[in-house]
């Protein structure tokens, strides 16, 4: 089991707030931004929320779905640290060779974790849910490194998702007014 990280949230926050007026992929517009990228790029940043995913990885997970493109580096690193197989999940089924929506072991009939960088709205993450379902998985739940939805809302309970969030928007907020 994983020790909680006190400084995740502070080097979190640093290495990847922007502020400016940024359209989401919701097409809301915010003024602030986690660029997600700017700490998956950091190995040592990446390992330390990988490391806090495990403990909210449910212990019967068959797959870990890391959705396209900031889940993939994610699930890759959870993955290594727990051995249980990834799933690479596109936006949309490639059009050529295997015309795959989910690269990797078939997912019928198994457990799927999915893995993912942000959440604000849940919309990829809904797509990509009822893509898998309809392919025979199990989908019951979704890991994440920020959860930046409105606090005490879950943007997934239309689709019967719990939200399990290394970090929320509001711990993140925490340390930038506390520093």
């Not at 926050?13 to 700490?39: H, I, M, N, W």
């Not at 198994?110 to 989908?139: H, N, Y």
């Not at 890991?143 to 993140?172: F, H, M």
């Amino acid at each position: 089991m994983t020790s909680p990280d006190p400084d995740l949230a502070r080097d979190i926050d640093a290495c990847c707030r922007l502020t400016g007026e940024f359209t989401l992929r919701s097409g809301q517009v915010a003024p602030e931004y986690f660029d997600k990228y700017l700490f998956e790029a950091q190995p040592g940043l990446l390992v330390r929320v990988a490391q806090q995913m495990v403990d909210l990885v449910p212990d019967e997970t068959e797959l870990l779905g890391g959705l396209e493109l900031g889940g993939v580096p994610i699930a890759t690193m959870v993955s290594s640290l727990t051995g249980r197989p990834a799933l690479f999940v596109r936006k949309k089924a490639k059009e050529y060779g295997t015309c795959k929506l989910a690269e990797g072991p078939d997912v019928a009939g198994r457990r799927v974790t999915l893995i993912e960088d942000v959440i604000t709205t849940g919309g990829a993450v809904r797509d990509a849910t009822r893509a898998l379902r309809e392919a025979g998985a199990v989908v019951e739940l979704v890991v994440c490194a920020i959860d930046r939805s409105p606090e005490g809302q879950n943007p997934l309970a239309d689709v019967g998702l719990e939200v399990r969030p290394v970090l929320t928007k509001a711990e993140l907020d925490a340390v930038r007014a506390s520093g």
